[in-house]
């Protein structure tokens, strides 16, 4: 944990030069696919490591650095021989067996060992709640079973904000890699205990009030997403108007400038444009105040969305020559955590979308084109939407042939790790669009798989 003696680690801040450290933690994530590691790496972890806070990585990290930078050392980039580190933390204390919760957790042991404690404490045995360790499917994830309302408040710290933070970034990362249809129960668990906490904290004061609201609203947007992705529109709602009023109590701009964020993309799929443009410009708004350009940027394309879809492409326009001025200047240290998944892909996959509204099909799928073909591997989910977007708006455009293998593809995805009705209504969409060109090459036999693969989808939801 940070103390007054930290040091910063200025060989490792040499190493990020002129990266921000979110995009630096996004080259570690991916260097740790490339040697089958898993860690969740961002922008907080990069500037605890610069703080001197970390003074040595934990295994896992050690083996992603060495890899990112071979020939070097684990004092050349910075840090404490791992010996003395262990060392220090071992005195007086009896060894303890790892914590299966965060084997891979991206920070040194003695950090491991205590934000593990409080895994247990916070989440299975608290004076607030009862919980039990409750599987995702792909991976740890502490979550309740029941609440108890009728047990004495307790004092909720750092440690108990630190585990609702984690729960948040494991949600984030499986969603990334398997979409939201298989999460979307699962994950309410973990967040009615982030709620828990948080009204058991209500006369916590400070930093630590900050970030438990702050982790307890943006969890709330998670699983309102995984809700929105599979489908559950009227779920969502609820869940993204509770982390607004969230933000609206603790004053948190960020948190209601992000709560605004996906209640207009909500609007829009739900047909509510209005709606959406209004809740877009009052993102923008919010966001104003925290000087990240990429943020207004993303809160402008959900603008030109609505506009879109309300078939003002005048508005539409306007809004996206805003977005791209905004989005050109580049990523800094205040962009948010969780627009990790915002880069050039996603510009262009949104923009697609506008034109794909406004109906103008080949433009739509050139867009399309430009986001598949940029988006990394790892967001296997984001990945397939930006190939069901293109295929659908091939087909409008009439390319049956180009549409239906592209059409293969996201259902390869479906049929792998990847879950959601969001993607699946999609290519249910297209298949229909296709089915007057069955002898067109390749199209009858993306609809003969596409209509096998339609009960095995529909029993899973």
Same mark, same amino acid.
């Given at each position: ?42 922008? /907080? ?22 890899? +990112? ?34 084997? @891979? ?7 491991? @060992? ?59 990362? $499986?969603?990334?890699? %398997? ?33 438990? =609201?702050?982790?307890?609203?943006? $969890? ?37 400038? %992000? ?19 209004? =809740? !877009? ?22 603008? !030109?969305? =609505? ?57 739509? =799928?050139? %867009?399309? %084109? ?11 989910? @984001?990945?397939? $939407?930006? /190939? ?33 009705? /969001?993607?699946? !209504? +999609? ?19 993306? $609809? ?14």
């Amino acid at each position: 944990m940070a103390s007054s003696r930290a040091v910063p680690n200025l060989e490792f801040r040499r190493l990020r030069g002129q990266r921000s450290p979110g995009e630096f933690a996004a080259l570690v994530r991916r260097a740790a696919r490339e040697i089958g590691e898993q860690v969740a790496c961002d922008a /907080r972890y990069i500037g605890r490591v610069e703080a001197g806070e970390i003074r040595c990585p934990n295994y896992a990290y050690e083996r992603v650095f060495l890899h +990112m930078f071979p020939g070097l050392t684990l004092a050349d980039l910075g840090f404490s021989a791992r010996e003395t580190v262990r060392g220090r933390a071992a005195r007086g204390r009896t060894p303890r067996p790892p914590d299966p919760y965060h084997s @891979n957790n991206g920070t040194n042991s003695t950090y491991s @060992n205590e934000e593990s404690d409080v895994l247990r404490r916070a989440f299975m045995t608290s004076g607030t709640v009862t919980v039990a360790a409750a599987s995702l499917g792909f991976g740890p994830l502490p979550g309740t079973e029941a609440l108890r309302s009728d047990l004495p408040r307790q004092r909720i710290g750092a440690s108990e904000a630190s585990a609702v933070e984690a729960a948040v970034r494991q949600i984030r990362l $499986l969603d990334d890699r %398997h979409g939201a249809d298989g999460l979307h129960r699962r994950a309410a668990q973990p967040l009615r205990a982030a709620y828990a906490l948080l009204d058991a904290g209500a006369t916590t004061r400070g930093s630590t009030a900050d970030r438990l =609201a702050a982790g307890a609203g943006e $969890l709330a947007i998670s699983v309102g997403w995984l809700a929105h992705d599979s489908g559950r529109l009227e779920d969502a709602r609820s869940h993204y108007a509770e982390a607004l009023a969230t933000a609206r109590v603790a004053g948190d701009t960020a948190l209601e400038a %992000h709560a605004f964020c996906n209640t207009s993309f909500l609007a829009r799929d739900a047909g509510r444009h209005r709606e959406a443009v209004r =809740a !877009a410009q009052a993102g923008q708004r919010a966001a104003g105040q925290l000087g990240s350009d990429r943020l207004l940027a993303l809160l402008t394309l959900r603008e !030109a969305g =609505a506009w879109a879809g309300l078939g003002e492409r005048s508005g539409c326009e306007r809004a996206l020559s805003r977005a791209h001025t905004l989005f050109g200047r580049g990523p800094s240290d205040t962009d948010p955590e969780w627009m990790s998944f915002f880069g050039e892909p996603e510009l262009q996959a949104l923009e697609a979308q506008c034109w794909s509204a406004l109906g103008d099909w080949p433009r739509a =799928a050139r %867009h399309a %084109h430009r986001a598949a073909a940029l988006q990394d591997p790892h967001f296997a989910r @984001n990945l397939a $939407l930006y /190939r069901a977007q293109l295929a659908a708006d091939l087909a409008r455009a009439d390319a049956p042939a180009e549409a239906a293998a592209v059409g293969e593809q996201v259902l390869d995805a479906l049929e792998g790790d990847v879950e959601s009705t /969001r993607i699946r !209504a +999609m290519l249910d969409d297209t298949a229909r669009v296709l089915g007057s060109r069955r002898s067109t090459a390749g199209v009858a036999s993306f $609809l003969d798989r596409h209509a096998a693969t339609a009960p095995a989808a529909a029993a899973r939801v």
